[in-house]
């Protein structure tokens, strides 16, 4: 399986201790991918993703008793996606549902339905974690981080994207949102994470800690490639220049030997041309061990510029 589906699965079957927080998770779901329909009252929760059927399913089994159908259906006109449903037809069933996750709303005296579970119902941290856990099995996809980090959470409904965003805030997880065009025209929210650390919190956040584990394992080895990479780069760089010096120095040096200049150098920077010439490639603190007497980096440094500086003043004589 692919990294996301990996972190999915894992997410599936994660299941909460807590039934407020189950409820939780099942309201994201709902609020997701879900049709519901208050006269007559009924749930269909509709996916891509066995995930999201398996989990609403399980919810619905294990906190209400509620064996859901659950049906899979092939992609028509040769559409290799797949679509998976969990539908509850009984008005009872899903009265009782909807109305734990407050989702119906007494109004005068008639009653309407909520697209979401009320904030009074999410206040505790562990809900909004598995509320976010409910989103991401809903529309979210991570890519591989051997190729770059990259998360995000589709919602055809922007106040959905910016209450996860509200949400993951509170985890001091910044995300953006941005509207990204669909084929037919329509637009989807798109609520997207590429820094690798705020992945990983997420993954924390969302309870997905084997998969966290592989990442920060994936970002371990990145960050060492990228050191030595960096290191040798700079060595590389360093060699480079040392290498371009030493050529120039070479080559002002004869040039100062074929011209005649040569009967104007100091013992010391007669001697040090010499040294030179016959140490091509020697770094410049051997080279001022090779002089009488020795000399510091610095002072072989200091020689070899005057031996260039005369080389150039004799070439713009001539």
């Given at each position: 399986?692919?990294?996301?589906?990996?972190?999915?699965?894992e997410?599936?079957?994660h299941?909460s201790?807590?039934?407020?927080?189950?409820?939780?998770?099942?309201?994201?779901i709902i609020?997701?991918?879900a049709?519901?329909?208050?006269?007559?009252?009924?749930?269909?929760?509709?996916?891509?993703?066995?995930?999201?059927?398996?989990?609403?399913?399980?919810?619905?089994?294990?906190?209400?008793?509620?064996?859901?159908?659950v049906?899979?259906?092939?992609?028509?006109?040769?559409?290799?996606?797949k679509?998976?449903s969990?539908?509850?037809?009984?008005?009872?069933?899903?009265?009782?549902?909807?109305n734990?996750?407050?989702?119906?709303?007494?109004v005068?005296?008639?009653?309407?339905?909520?697209?979401y579970?009320?904030?009074?119902?999410?206040?505790?941290?562990?809900?909004?974690?598995?509320?976010i856990?409910?989103?991401?099995?809903?529309?979210?996809?991570?890519?591989?981080?051997?190729?770059?980090?990259?998360?995000?959470?589709?919602?055809?409904?922007?106040f959905?994207?910016?209450?996860?965003?509200?949400?993951?805030?509170?985890?001091?997880?910044?995300?953006?949102?941005?509207?990204?065009?669909?084929?037919?025209?329509?637009?989807?929210?798109?609520?997207?994470?590429?820094?690798?650390?705020?992945?990983v919190?997420?993954?924390?956040?969302?309870k997905a800690?084997?998969?966290?584990?592989?990442?920060?394992?994936?970002?371990i080895?990145k960050?060492?490639?990228?050191?030595?990479?960096?290191?040798?780069?700079?060595e590389?760089?360093?060699?480079n220049?040392?290498?371009?010096?030493?050529v120039?120095?070479?080559s002002?040096?004869?040039?100062?030997?074929d011209?005649?200049?040569?009967?104007?150098?100091?013992?010391?920077?007669?001697?040090?041309?010499m040294?030179?010439?016959?140490n091509?490639?020697?770094?410049?603190?051997?080279?001022?061990?090779?002089?009488?007497?020795?000399?510091?980096?610095s002072?072989v440094?200091?020689r070899?510029?005057?031996?260039?500086?005369?080389?150039?003043?004799?070439?713009?004589?001539h």
């Amino acid at each position: 399986m692919s990294f996301s589906s990996n972190v999915k699965q894992e997410l599936t079957d994660h299941m909460s201790k807590a039934r407020h927080c189950r409820l939780a998770e099942l309201s994201a779901i709902i609020s997701m991918s879900a049709k519901v329909t208050l006269e007559p009252c009924g749930i269909t929760i509709h996916s891509e993703s066995h995930f999201v059927s398996e989990k609403a399913d399980r919810i619905l089994s294990e906190v209400f008793g509620i064996h859901a159908r659950v049906c899979f259906r092939k992609g028509r006109g040769g559409s290799k996606a797949k679509q998976y449903s969990v539908t509850l037809k009984d008005p009872v069933e899903a009265r009782r549902v909807l109305n734990a996750l407050g989702m119906i709303e007494s109004v005068g005296e008639g009653e309407r339905l909520l697209s979401y579970m009320p904030d009074k119902l999410l206040e505790r941290s562990c809900c909004r974690q598995a509320y976010i856990r409910g989103a991401f099995l809903s529309g979210g996809s991570i890519n591989d981080p051997t190729k770059n980090y990259h998360t995000e959470i589709l919602s055809e409904d922007r106040f959905m994207a910016e209450r996860l965003q509200s949400f993951l805030k509170g985890y001091e997880i910044d995300s953006r949102i941005i509207e990204r065009k669909r084929p037919k025209g329509k637009s989807v929210s798109v609520l997207y994470l590429k820094d690798g650390e705020q992945i990983v919190d997420l993954l924390s956040v969302m309870k997905a800690h084997l998969a966290l584990m592989e990442l920060e394992n994936v970002r371990i080895i990145k960050d060492v490639r990228n050191k030595v990479n960096r290191q040798v780069n700079c060595e590389t760089a360093n060699l480079n220049k040392t290498v371009n010096a030493s050529v120039k120095q070479v080559s002002d040096i004869r040039y100062l030997m074929d011209h005649g200049g040569m009967a104007m150098l100091t013992p010391e920077l007669k001697e040090m041309a010499m040294v030179r010439l016959e140490n091509e490639n020697t770094p410049l603190k051997d080279l001022g061990k090779m002089v009488d007497p020795p000399v510091s980096k610095s002072g072989v440094n200091h020689r070899l510029r005057r031996l260039s500086e005369i080389a150039k003043q004799l070439r713009e004589q001539h």
